[in-house]
């Protein structure tokens, strides 16, 4: 009985803080992969009186990923239907010369200005349009919920460390004594303290296996994969085997480190 | 005969407090010998720097040929596997079974399980405590617990035995099986035996030397 409390006091804590670890991996995948959609999708256009190096321009500016041509006929397609071709032509001649942008990371709108500036330094681009209004709205969005999640996980992670704190304090008093009695007759310091090292580890396999397991579970649950089909994120995204390897390390590190710290602590 | 205890100008001190001043001791191999003085006078903490758990000020202080002062955590821990220690308190695990307090010394030396075995029962038989090796140590009496712990300082076949008030808080039969274990040791082993009592049992059929400490000095008596 003693025995199971002594495993669950630590289990606990490291489910815990495993699940926030886990949590916040996940969140990260599934973060970056809609970010970089959404930087996909999104397009920069401005104007130029000459034709301008698209390559040139594209690698001063560091934020720019691509810039392609719009071919005149395609923004005159709508137009020539109806005008006679000498004032298309003409308006073709009159017509400055437009570019796409795209982006090779998700911006805000400071990032927005910083890449409109840049492009407004080349002499022969007259106008930038961002589009930023309805940008920033997704990004402040975007933002506000990372900033609520890192809040959540970070309370969650200090609370579960203090939880880890406490069963190391707990395990000072249960197995000081021991440990200084076999101090005395001279044993060395792993068999004094192998018993902790066994539980520590043990508890950090079990821990690293069940959030393993939930979350591998999860990304199959139906409620979990529609809300993630709505925002059309694949919902392998959640969990991949080598998170279990990441966990299973950090869980290891963390008992490795408690449990040196009793050691530490404790009297000869 | 080789020198078991060797002490040369040795200083002891808590913190800033020194507790014993120069204190010159040697201790031949087989020798018997009883540290008094009154309480408060300094007998256990000069028994726990026999074991090193406490570290010499000044002077020197070598045991079974190492210099204690000098010496790292490893080699200490080596020097303490060769000594027996038996204290007022018997400091037994209480999450072990009596066996396996027993084996303690044993287990740290490496011993395979036959031998755990073997020696355990052996111990037990000479303690007269065979019929609790399943026992744990808060479930018999103050004077078993001591005989258990006595059974593990002998375990191992200890060069040296260092007794804190073996007898204190025994009764007179538990007292006299604990004495009568250190003189067969001292007798049949030439284990060196350092006893630290207010009283030193007037039935004793071995030799013996006595010192005594006061006043933060070490006199020999006896």
Known sequence: ?268 | MANVVKIANMDLSYGNETILQDINLSIKKGEFVFITGPSGSGKSTFLKSLYGALRVGKGSLNIGGMELGKIGKRKLQKLRRHIGVIFQDYKLVNEWRVDKNVQLPLIIAGYSNQVLEEQTKKLLAHVKLSHKVDRYPFELSGGEQQRVAMARALSHNPFLILADEPTGNLDEYSANVVWELLEGANAQLETTVVVVTHNIPTHLSIPYRQFSIKDGALYEIY
């Open chain 1, 1 to 268: 009985m003693k025995s199971i409390k002594s495993h669950i006091s630590l289990l606990l804590p490291l489910l815990a803080i495993l699940f926030g670890l886990q949590f916040v991996i996940s969140f990260e995948r599934v973060v970056n992969f809609f970010e970089q959609r959404l930087t996909q999708q999104y397009t920069m256009v401005f104007a130029a009186q000459n034709k301008i190096d698209t390559l040139k321009v594209a690698k001063s500016i560091k934020q720019i990923d691509t810039i392609e041509h719009i071919d005149k006929k395609t923004i005159l397609a709508d137009f020539s239907k109806n005008l006679p071709a000498e004032l298309v032509n003409s308006l073709k001649q009159d017509l400055p010369f437009f570019y796409t942008v795209k982006l090779d990371n998700f911006l805000g709108s400071d990032g927005l200005e910083r890449v409109t500036k840049d492009l407004l330094k080349n002499s022969d681009i007259v106008n930038v349009e961002s589009f930023k209004a309805s940008h920033n709205q997704t990004y402040e969005l975007l933002s506000l919920v990372q900033l609520a999640f890192e809040l959540f996980v970070g309370i969650l992670t200090f609370i579960s460390f203090m939880l880890v704190y406490k069963q190391i304090v707990v395990w000072e008093l249960e197995h000081s004594e021991r440990m200084q009695i076999m101090a005395l007759f001279g044993a060395p310091v792993m068999l004094r303290s192998g018993v902790l090292y066994k539980l520590g580890f043990v508890n950090a396999i079990i821990a690293a296996v069940v959030i393993s397991a939930v979350f591998h579970y999860a990304k199959d649950v139906a409620l979990v994969t529609s809300a993630l089909g709505v925002l059309d994120i694949e919902h392998g995204l959640l969990f991949k085997m080598q998170d279990f390897f990441f966990m299973l390390g950090f869980a290891l590190v963390t008992v490795f480190l408690a449990v040196s710290l009793v050691i530490f602590n404790s009297k000869e």
